[in-house]
């Protein structure tokens, strides 16, 4: 016997499903509850996937725990009040930095494998959703098509260039759909 394999839409969660902080041009995630705000039409566009049959699955580099900066609990009380929300399954979390050179932190495809595993997802079907080049990276090194979300932070593109490159979350429908 067996088992189905799913298509999944794998997202980032800072810049993605919820906004991110923008100071100087660059990108942070919300630095407590209080911070945090979902992406306009999240819920919307996330609705629309699920009942299309794909997974929903959240993957984040959180290294701000790492640099003692940020608390496990904080990152982890925010992705409850996400999951809690919108309609995502589950939202996998690297805590580590660049220099533990881990397999989870993106763009090692470390998350996406282990939701593979998890969720018996099929990546020939999915796609990789980001606001920054390491998410880009991270769906390229997994065999997943990829959508890069241009908020035009003052950061590089991703190179390898996603397969797709959009302006806001409800942009992907056209694409995935």
């Known amino acids: 016997m067996t088992c189905m394999l799913h298509p999944a839409v794998f997202l980032d969660r800072d810049g ?10 660059l990108p942070y995630p919300p630095s407590s ?12 566009v996330l609705l629309k996937l699920k009942e299309a049959g794909f ?6 580099n959180q290294p701000d725990v790492a640099r003692g900066t940020q608390k496990r609990e904080i990152v982890e009380e925010i992705n409850t009040s996400l999951l809690s929300a919108l309609p995502i399954k589950e939202i ?42 390491k998410d880009i990276l991270a769906g ?29 979350l409800e942009d992907i429908l056209a694409i995935i759909l």
């Not at 993605?16 to 041009?25: D, L, T």
């Not at 509850?33 to 919307?44: D, F, G, R, Y």
């Not at 470390?110 to 959703?129: C, H, P, Q, T, Y």
Request: hydrophobic share 35%; net charge neutral; glycine share 6%.
């Open 92 to 133: 996998l979390v690297c805590y580590h930095d660049d220099d533990d050179q881990c397999s989870c932190r993106k763009p090692n495809p470390g998350l996406i494998f282990e939701a593979v595993k998890k969720f018996s997802i099929d990546l020939s079907r999915s796609f990789m959703v980001g606001d920054r080049w």
């Open 33 to 44: 509850l209080n911070e945090l705000l979902i992406t306009p039409n999240a819920n919307h």
């Open 140 to 168: 390229k090194n997994a065999g997943v098509k990829t959508i890069f979300i241009n908020y035009d932070y003052q950061e590089p593109k991703p190179i390898p260039s996603a397969d797709y490159t959009v302006n806001s």
């Open 16 to 25: 993605v499903i919820n906004k991110a902080i923008v100071r100087n041009g």
């Open 55 to 60: 997974l929903l699955i959240g993957i984040t």
